[in-house]
């Protein structure tokens, strides 16, 4: 598909002055323009199901559902929208599971100002765009573990599990998450059960703590 201009840009992070920093270093930009933003996941599934959108900038740590989690929505629902996760945490995990999700690239929050109009322009022509510092390195590793039978960045639970855990360290009940996650009480309830039991932990607070060092959450 020829790329569009110029392109059409959802920014989604909850902080408002990240989205303004980013949005004034796109729009200077001839070829990219930034049409939509939200300040939670869940909006920003719903701003991307916009056929105005021609990407979506989702940052990892949003409420309600992180950017990993937005994206792998995103993903189901508009395959053809290509995706880039912003992310302040330099961690393999979070590019595994970026890669996982179905996005098509990850850019450091503090190299922002040098690769985001790179990796936007890359995104839209259908190619992977990675922090360049790392790239070699990660796909290396990546591809030994496969060779070894392992599941890189895949942690102990299930995407529907990590969810639950993320809505649970952000204080919601069970019904909360059950009409959230559009499931029922029962079924949140035995999601928290498997994840207690995946995890060894006890109770609430244990798996916010959980939460705030995966990322899921900010402390």
Same mark, same amino acid.
Request: glycine content about 6%; some cysteine; aromatic content about 4%.
């Given at each position: 598909?020829?790329?569009?201009?110029?392109?059409?840009? /959802? @920014?989604?992070? %909850?902080?408002?002055?990240?989205?303004?920093? =980013?949005?004034?270093?796109?729009?200077?930009?001839?070829?990219? !323009?930034?049409?939509?933003?939200?300040?939670?996941?869940?909006?920003?599934?719903?701003?991307?199901?916009? $056929?105005?959108?021609?990407?979506? *900038? /989702? %940052?990892?740590?949003?409420?309600?559902? &992180?950017?990993?989690?937005?994206?792998?929505? =995103? +993903? #189901?629902?508009?395959?053809?929208?290509?995706?880039? @996760?912003?992310?302040?945490?330099?961690?393999?995990?979070?590019?595994?599971?970026?890669?996982?999700?179905? #996005?098509?690239?990850? *850019?450091?929050?503090?190299?922002?100002?040098?690769? @985001?109009?790179?990796?936007?322009?890359?995104?839209?022509?259908? $190619?992977?765009?990675?922090?360049? !510092?790392?790239?070699?390195?990660?796909?290396?590793?990546?591809?030994?573990?496969?060779?070894?039978?392992?599941?890189?960045?895949?942690?102990?639970?299930?995407?529907?599990? &990590?969810? *639950?855990?993320?809505? @649970? +360290?952000?204080?919601?009940?069970?019904? %909360?998450?059950? %009409?959230?996650?559009?499931?029922?009480? !029962? &079924?949140? $309830?035995?999601?928290? +059960?498997?994840?207690?039991?995946?995890?060894?932990?006890?109770?609430?607070?244990?798996? &916010?703590?959980?939460?705030?060092?995966?990322?899921? *959450? $900010?402390?």
């Amino acid at each position: 598909m020829p790329i569009p201009f110029p392109a059409h840009i /959802l @920014i989604a992070d %909850d902080h408002s002055v990240v989205r303004e920093g =980013i949005k004034a270093m796109l729009e200077k930009e001839p070829d990219l !323009k930034v049409v939509a933003e939200a300040a939670d996941g869940l909006e920003a599934v719903q701003q991307a199901m916009s $056929e105005d959108v021609h990407l979506a *900038v /989702l %940052d990892v740590a949003m409420p309600s559902l &992180t950017g990993l989690q937005a994206a792998r929505e =995103i +993903a #189901a629902r508009r395959p053809d929208l290509p995706i880039l @996760i912003l992310s302040m945490y330099d961690r393999e995990q979070y590019f595994f599971e970026a890669l996982s999700a179905g #996005a098509s690239g990850y *850019v450091l929050k503090r190299e922002a100002d040098r690769d @985001i109009v790179d990796a936007c322009r890359a995104a839209l022509r259908g $190619e992977p765009f990675v922090y360049p !510092k790392v790239m070699s390195a990660l796909m290396q590793r990546y591809l030994e573990r496969v060779e070894r039978g392992e599941r890189p960045g895949r942690g102990p639970l299930t995407p529907r599990e &990590t969810e *639950v855990v993320k809505l @649970i +360290a952000e204080g919601r009940s069970s019904q %909360d998450i059950a %009409d959230l996650l559009v499931i029922s009480p !029962k &079924t949140v $309830e035995r999601h928290r +059960a498997n994840v207690l039991e995946k995890l060894g932990m006890r109770d609430r607070v244990e798996v &916010t703590r959980y939460a705030i060092r995966e990322g899921l *959450v $900010e402390p």
